[in-house]
């Protein structure tokens, strides 16, 4: 069975940081990709980014040299570091298992494809 679950949310002040974490089952973990996504309320969903078994990973625009992604394979956990948070960076964060290089999982999977966990909600205050 495909699982995943988000972790880690919470409210902060602009300028600060938060560590996300996506915990998939050994199942998941070694067969599917991750990727973090987020959406605000009125707006699309959006890839931030991912990481593949090859260590590849991909960011969103938005989020370069702020956010980074990471896998720890021991606990089969994908981390998501969050830092210069900003009051755009406030929504709903979830991760999906997938297939696909991490470039192709942060710019093309759309909700309905892949394997997906119920989120978690970030808020940054200005």
């Known amino acids: 069975q495909v699982q995943v679950e988000e972790s880690g949310g919470a409210s902060v002040h602009a300028g600060g940081s938060l560590r996300l974490s996506c915990t998939a089952n050994?199942?998941?973990?070694?067969?599917?990709?991750i990727g973090w996504f987020r959406q605000a309320p009125g707006k699309a969903r959006q890839g931030v980014a991912a990481v593949d078994d090859e260590g590849g990973t991909a960011y969103a625009d938005d989020v370069k040299g702020r956010f980074t992604i990471s896998r720890d394979n021991a606990s089969h956990t994908v981390y998501l570091q969050m830092n210069s948070l900003e009051p755009e960076d406030t929504a709903m964060y979830y991760c999906a298992a997938a297939r696909g290089d991490a470039s192709w999982i942060v710019h093309n999977l759309k909700a309905g494809f892949g394997y997906w966990g119920q989120g978690t909600q970030v808020t940054v205050s200005s």
């Open positions: 050994e199942y998941t973990y070694s067969r599917y990709n």
